[in-house]
C-alpha cells in the first residue's frame, strides 16, 4: 500500500491529473517562498555580515556560504522554472509518469534546502567574533 497519493505515481491519469496541478501549484508557491528567504538571508549576511575573502579563516567560511546561497538559489530557481513545463506537459499528455517529475523536482529540492542550511551554518561561523 502507497505511503501517499504520490508514491505510486506510475502512471498519470485523467483521475489524478487534477490533483497533480494541485500540487505543483503548492510546490511552485513553497519554491518562490524559499526563494525569496535565500536572498533575503544572502541580502542579510552581505549587508550585515563581514566581508567574504580568501586571506584568514573567517572570510573562506563566508565565501563558502555565499557560494552554497547560490548554490541554494539556483536550484530554487530550476524548480520554479520547471514546474509550469511539468503542468503543459500533465495537461497534454505528453508525460505519462510521475516518478520524472518527483524525482526532478525532489532532487532539485533537497540539493538546494542543504545547500541553504549549509550557507546559513557557514555565515554564521564566518561572522562569529575572533
Do not use: Y
Not at 580568501?54 to 538559489?73: D, E, K, Q, R, Y
Not at 525532489?106 to 550557507?119: D, H, K, M, N
Request: net charge neutral; with cysteine; charged share 15%.
Amino acid at each position: 500500500m502507497p505511503r501517499s497519493e504520490f508514491d505510486n505515481l506510475d502512471a498519470i491519469t485523467p483521475d489524478n491529473q487534477a490533483h497533480l496541478i494541485d500540487w505543483l501549484d503548492d510546490r511552485k508557491d513553497f519554491h518562490k517562498w524559499f526563494t525569496t528567504l535565500i536572498i533575503g538571508s544572502f541580502v542579510l549576511l552581505t549587508i550585515f555580515g563581514n566581508k567574504p575573502g580568501f586571506g584568514s579563516i573567517g572570510p573562506v567560511f563566508l565565501s563558502a556560504a555565499m557560494i552554497a546561497m547560490l548554490l541554494s538559489l539556483l536550484c530554487n530557481l530550476v524548480c520554479v522554472w520547471s514546474i509550469p513545463g511539468w503542468k503543459l506537459k500533465i495537461r497534454t499528455g505528453v508525460a505519462t509518469r510521475g516518478r520524472e517529475l518527483q524525482l526532478e523536482l525532489g532532487i532539485a529540492a533537497w540539493i538546494g534546502v542543504l545547500s541553504f542550511v549549509v550557507g546559513l551554518t557557514l555565515g554564521f561561523i564566518g561572522n562569529l567574533p575572533g
